[in-house]
């Protein structure tokens, strides 16, 4: 077919050179991205589910223009000028972090349907059960149970992106006590913490 084609591939468990070349970029075209990218963006460590997409001239095999994904969040780009060089770029994205609040009921069966359900974005229960990580185990839960919490919602150009975390979390069982966590970063000391201070329960020991 005439015209470009587009390459999409993922990093993997490969440097970055050999899975932009398995894709079927060539490695002359390869090699031009990185020079392009240098003092934005090393390829030198890249994660296992970093993402890229080549478009290339079909006939010449020559990059017109690249795309690599870390995540929603940070995204780069280049494109091939007038010139005939690459001009490489990190996308302004207005990534934002809010505050939300809010508190969901245990349906006994899952944890993100029971936050969808009471108006929350799936992806919570893995914040939560961090933070409930040596407090409580997820395996604790019992339909009824009610979790209020305090969390940090991350939007990529005003779209929801992910949880980045819980700030507070108050877990109110039908049965039992309520407990409390809280965040705290402070100098040489961050992690979740309950009323009385005490750190995540690690085999008999508390910190």
């Known amino acids: 077919e005439p015209g470009p084609r587009v390459v999409e591939g993922k990093v993997g468990s490969e440097p970055f050179i050999k899975a932009h070349s398995a894709a079927g970029v ?12 240098q003092g934005i963006r090393s390829f030198d460590r890249c994660g296992r589910a970093d993402r890229f997409a080549a478009l290339l001239d079909r006939q010449t ?9 870390v995540s929603a969040e940070e995204v780069y780009q280049a494109r091939e000028g007038p010139d005939g060089l690459l001009s490489a770029t990190k996308l302004d994205l207005k990534v934002e972090r809010t505050q939300i609040a809010g508190a969901l009921v245990y349906d ?14 799936r992806g919570l229960a893995r914040v939560i059960t961090s933070a409930l990580d040596g407090h409580a185990a997820a395996e604790d839960l019992s339909r009824g149970d009610v979790i209020r919490l305090v969390v940090q919602e991350v939007t990529v150009l005003g779209d929801f992106a992910r949880y980045a975390g819980v700030e507070a979390i108050e877990f109110r069982p039908v049965k039992g006590e309520s407990l409390r966590v809280y965040y705290f970063d402070m100098p040489g000391e961050r992690g979740y913490y309950d009323l009385k201070g ?3 329960h690690v085999g008999a020991w508390r910190k």
């Open 26 to 37: 060539p490695e002359k075209e390869t090699y031009r991205v990185v020079t392009a990218f």
């Open 61 to 69: 095999k020559r990059l017109k223009a690249f795309e690599y994904s």
């Open 108 to 121: 006994g069966k899952s944890l993100d349907d029971s936050a969808e359900q009471a108006g929350f974005e």
């Open 198 to 200: 005490r750190g995540p």
